[in-house]
């Protein structure tokens, strides 16, 4: 099939307020059909090809923005800040229109197109929404756009490349020093062959690492054969990979693969959602072996101990009413729903209540993807909209699975003052124990 044969209508204001709208490049072909039209410029972008398809069925509906399943709210954190509210750039249609826009040749790479492909937390909630009908995946467009960005030298944002030198550095992206990321351990735990090895991550041991304590102690409370890596431990690459530095996000994430796979472990548990989604997705993307060991994220493990006996909680660790915040990397992203909510049933006395906004239809913290450096008002924004809903369903104890949400939506209640308490299912589960 030749190049375009007819003019393709494409309205883009400077300051992207209008909808980058695209008739699409032939109506009198299937979608499946749209994809073998080559587009002016494909060559110059090869990084965009693995978007087309995507991109080529998007008919501009809208529903990206919205969650169908909690009353149509909106629930594209991106789309809703109020600075963009409703501009249909920033929800995941215009990803969509972006990638559309530059292969056809109606727009050019610009710092516009950098505020819309960073201004965005990669949450999955556009391609849950659109997965309903269309079924065209607004994430890999972003994401395609960020790797050619990259490429292109506009990518990422400066506090992006700054994490980036941290980790380059100090193997973590907070600067850090790297011998502190055991800090947490009370007593050394021996590093040795063992079946399960505790990824602790970057977030836990040096923002929360009362999580990273408490998953030590239910390890040792269940009897697990578990060891961790100590000065072996690198970051997992995770904000590497999203904000579209891959060639580093494979270096540091093969390093963690080999000394993981040296310990002869069966299993690795993580804290972090993205550590988790890195871990279970991040080899398949960046072209490294599939590893020998399972990856499961901590609520995995401990909800199957909970379900064999191995922990039996037997108090009640607070009074309060608690809901459920779901991490986007561990929900949408790999499907770990259920397994939180699990270790919560099992506590005995626990006020649960659930999140309008839940599971599959969740509202993003905010602070993933890059956006808690790059764009700290739209994590603030986000978790602040978080923390009202918890309010407004009359939760005052906010828990998560994800030091990396818990860190933002601590921060967020800090500043704001909700009167609402954050904390992890762990710590919830740690003291139900005692
Ligand atoms: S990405 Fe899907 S939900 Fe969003 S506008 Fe396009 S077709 Fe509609
Ligand atoms: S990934 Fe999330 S923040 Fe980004 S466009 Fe989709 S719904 Fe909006």
Redesign the pocket.
């Known amino acids: 099939m030749g190049e375009v044969e007819r003019k393709i209508p494409f309205i883009i204001h400077k300051n992207i307020e209008f909808v980058p709208f695209i008739s699409h490049a032939s109506f009198d072909k299937t979608p499946r059909e749209w994809v073998n039209i080559k587009f002016p410029n494909e060559d110059k972008y090869p990084d965009l090809a693995v978007a087309k398809f995507e991109a080529v069925r998007?008919?501009?509906?809208?529903?990206?923005e919205l969650s169908y399943m909690a009353n149509w709210a909106m629930n594209c954190p991106s789309a809703t800040f109020p600075a963009n509210y409703r501009k249909a750039a920033y929800?995941?249609?215009g990803k969509?229109m972006t990638v559309l826009g530059l292969l056809q040749g109606f727009i050019e790479p610009s710092p516009e197109i950098v505020h819309v492909a960073y201004f965005c937390n990669l949450c999955g909630n556009?391609t849950l929404?659109?997965s309903m009908?269309?079924g065209?995946d607004?994430v890999i467009s972003a994401m395609a756009l960020r790797r050619m960005l990259v490429k292109l030298g506009m990518g990422p944002l400066p506090a992006h490349k700054r994490f980036a030198e941290y980790i380059k550095k100090y193997h973590n992206p907070y600067g850090e020093p790297h011998e502190n990321r055991f800090a947490f351990m009370k007593k050394k735990i021996e590093k040795k062959k063992a079946d399960i090895v505790y990824f602790a991550g970057c977030t836990g041991p040096y923002r929360t690492p009362e999580v990273c304590e408490a998953t030590v102690n239910l390890l040792e409370l269940a009897n697990a054969d578990f060891t961790v890596l100590y000065g072996d431990e690198w970051c997992c690459g995770s904000p590497l990979y999203m904000v579209g530095l891959w060639e580093e996000a494979k270096e540091t994430l093969e390093h963690d693969i080999s000394v993981i796979e040296s310990l002869g472990a069966s299993k690795v548990i993580t804290s972090c959602a993205g550590c988790f989604r890195q871990l279970h997705e991040g080899y398949k993307k960046l072209g490294i072996s599939k590893p020998s060991f399972e990856v499961l994220h901590s609520s995995q493990l401990f909800a199957e101990y909970l379900n064999s006996g191995k922990l039996k909680p037997k108090s009640t660790p607070t009074d309060k009413v608690v809901t459920y915040h779901d991490p986007c990397h561990l929900g949408r992203h790999v499907g770990v729903f259920d397994e939180p909510r699990e270790i919560l049933a099992n506590i005995p006395g626990l006020k649960f209540i659930e999140f309008e906004r839940t599971a599959h239809n969740a509202w993003c913290c905010g602070a993933g993807a890059g956006v808690m450096s790059g764009f700290p008002e739209l994590a603030r924004f986000a978790a602040t909209e978080r923390l009202k809903e918890a309010k407004g369903i009359g939760a005052n104890y906010v828990s998560s699975a994800c030091p990396f949400c818990e860190l933002n939506l601590k921060r967020t209640e800090d500043a704001m003052k909700f009167g609402i308490e954050i904390g992890d299912i762990l710590l919830l589960l740690e003291k139900s124990l005692r």
Do not use: D, M
């Open positions: 998007c008919w501009a509906c809208g529903q990206c929800r995941g249609q969509h556009c929404q659109c009908g269309i065209s607004p």
